[in-house]
């Protein structure tokens, strides 16, 4: 069993910052990429940034410049960090990891339960 949690989302005014965290847990061998997306409403879900093990990120137009995402593979976690936030970036932020669970295992992906990030004007 794998779960992914996050927290750190919340209501805050534009122009503010955000910093969303992710922690992965259970049976877990190894992670590869790690990322959060968003999905707000009547929209289709979207990628906002990802790391892979190694540290290469990778970043949505949009958010670029304003959001960094790391992570710490000992913690297996991966962080968001959103400064200069906009209203347009009001969304349910969903992490997602790139996980085996044994050597042999497949690479399996996962999704947390989403947190929202609510970004009035």
């Known amino acids: 069993q794998v779960q992914l949690v996050e927290s750190g989302g919340g209501s805050v005014q534009s122009g503010g910052s955000l910093r969303l965290s992710c922690a992965a847990s259970?049976?877990?061998?190894?992670?590869?990429?790690m990322g959060w997306y968003r999905q707000a409403p009547g929209k289709q879900r979207e990628l906002v940034a990802q790391i892979t093990t190694g540290g290469s990120t990778n970043y949505a137009d949009s958010v670029k410049g304003r959001f960094t995402v790391s992570r710490d593979n000992a913690k297996n976690m991966v962080y968001l960090q959103m400064n200069s936030l906009k209203p347009e970036d009001t969304a349910v932020y969903y992490c997602?990891?790139?996980?085996?669970?044994?050597?042999?295992?497949?690479?399996?992906?996962?999704w947390g339960q989403g947190t929202q990030v609510t970004v009035s004007s």
């Open positions: 997602k990891a790139l996980i085996r669970r044994s050597s042999g295992d497949y690479l399996g992906q996962y």
């Open positions: 259970g049976s877990i061998f190894s992670i590869n990429a």
